[in-house]
Structures are given as structure tokens and as C-alpha cells.
């Protein structure tokens, strides 16, 4: 079963407006963790955002924040004042397991197929 | 600075030969990971290591083989098993409770 869902495959935004990303999580575990992470063109991955699943407060990192809702399973990427700079693949992936090392998981990352973002101006 | 570099940006390999994709951190992170990226997809695990001598198989093993003699390295060898090797593939670190950073990536190609 998919564990990572982000049902958007592309997404268009005009400059200087918000955005929202979703994804939505399948997991029994109770201690968990979700990250965005950017693809440029380039390829490399950028790693945007953490909420972890116990965190109380909603994860904010510049303009990049998570609308964590924890009983409907979703993180979605919020992203506001958007940029040229902004277009790219956008990727959800949950981490299982604790926040402890050696978990026996090694933080391994499972990924949704990604959204891609174009901004306009 | 620190970083994880993975060579050759680009790679091309001939019907059953085996190649070898390098990752070098200097990060001293203990756990090393080897993804695959196809056109229009999320990364797939195929191997990952959490300490030196020791690595483990991820989701799509089958095809690959990979090495952790030393902390800073983790190469991946896709062998003449892989049957469909052509794609992106990135390597990634991580110390502790820290996010995955990841390496710019390789591009497999089939002459």
C-alpha cells in the first residue's frame, strides 16, 4: 500500500502568491516524522521542512510552513510569497519510527511521487 | 565545505557490464543511503548502511551491490542484473535525528 500520497502530479502559481502542497500519510506507527524536500532541474534534493509526529506546534522554516493535521493523516507544504526561484519538484517522505538512534528502522525515507510546481509571473 | 559528492555527474554503460557509482561524504555521518529516481517518480531505497562494514537492503536491491569499507564511502555498483539500470540515482547521509542530505546525483544511461 502507498504510504506517501501527494495527489497533484503539477500546480501553477502566480509570483508573490501562496501555495499549498498536499500529502497525505498512511501509517500505523505513533511516532513518526514527515519532510519536504525541492528538486530543481539540477536533480539534487533540498530538504525544506520537518514535523515530527508528536510536535504540538505546526513546523515554520522562512516562507515554508506545515499544516499538520494529525487525524486526517495530511502535511501539506505550505508555501507563501512564492518566487521564480520556487519552481520545482516538490517531494513529501515519512520517516517510521522513533526519534531515537538506531531505531532499527535507520530513518529510512519512503517518498510520494512529487508535485510539480511551476510559479508565474 | 561539507557535503556528500557523488561522480560521475553522468554515466553510460554497455549491455552487461557493470559500473560503479561514487558517493564521498565528509560529513562524518554514520548512515549512507543509495535511492533511484525514474522519470515521474519518488525515490525508491535500493541499499542503505547505518555503521561501516555493515549495509542493508532497501526495496529494490535486485540488480545492485554496494560496499562500506570506510564512513566517508559508499559506492554502488548496478551490475549486468539490472536489467533496466537507466535512471537518476542520488545518494544521501544522516547523522542522528537530522534529515537526509543528499548528494547532486548520477544519470545511468544504457549505450
Known amino acids: 500500500a502507498q504510504k506517501i500520497t501527494q495527489t497533484q502530479p503539477g500546480m501553477f502559481v502566480q509570483e508573490k502568491e501562496a501555495v499549498t502542497l498536499d500529502c497525505t500519510y498512511d501509517?500505523?506507527?505513533?511516532?513518526?516524522?514527515l519532510f519536504w524536500y525541492k528538486q530543481p532541474s539540477s536533480g539534487e534534493m533540498i530538504f525544506l521542512i520537518y514535523?515530527?509526529?508528536?510536535?504540538?506546534q505546526n513546523a515554520t522554516e522562512g516562507r515554508y510552513s506545515l499544516n499538520f493535521q494529525k487525524a486526517r493523516k495530511s502535511a501539506n507544504l505550505v508555501i507563501s510569497a512564492s518566487q521564480l526561484g520556487d519552481s520545482a519538484m516538490y517531494f513529501c517522505a515519512m520517516r517510521e519510527g522513533g526519534r531515537r538512534r538506531n531505531t532499527g528502522t535507520a530513518s529510512k525515507l519512503t517518498f510520494g511521487t512529487g508535485t510539480r510546481l511551476q510559479v508565474t509571473l | 565545505d561539507g557535503g556528500i559528492t557523488q561522480s560521475p555527474k553522468y554515466l553510460f554503460r554497455k549491455e552487461g557490464q557493470n559500473v560503479t557509482l561514487s558517493c564521498e561524504q565528509n560529513?562524518?555521518?554514520?548512515?549512507m543511503y543509495w535511492y533511484r529516481q525514474d522519470p515521474g517518480q519518488g525515490l525508491r531505497l535500493i541499499y542503505y548502511?547505518?555503521?561501516?562494514?555493515?549495509?542493508q537492503k532497501g526495496d529494490i536491491a535486485e540488480g545492485y551491490s554496494v560496499s562500506r569499507e570506510k564512513k566517508e564511502s559508499f559506492p554502488l555498483t548496478v551490475t549486468s542484473a539490472q536489467k533496466n539500470p537507466t535512471a537518476f540515482y542520488l545518494c544521501?547521509?544522516?547523522?542522528?535525528?537530522?534529515?537526509?542530505?543528499f548528494g547532486d546525483g548520477t544519470r545511468l544511461s544504457i549505450l
Open positions: 548502511s547505518q555503521i561501516v562494514n555493515d549495509f
Open positions: 501509517t500505523s506507527d505513533q511516532s513518526y516524522g
Open positions: 560529513l562524518n555521518h554514520d548512515a
Open positions: 544521501a547521509s544522516r547523522q542522528g535525528d537530522q534529515p537526509q542530505h
Open positions: 514535523q515530527g509526529s508528536y510536535d504540538e
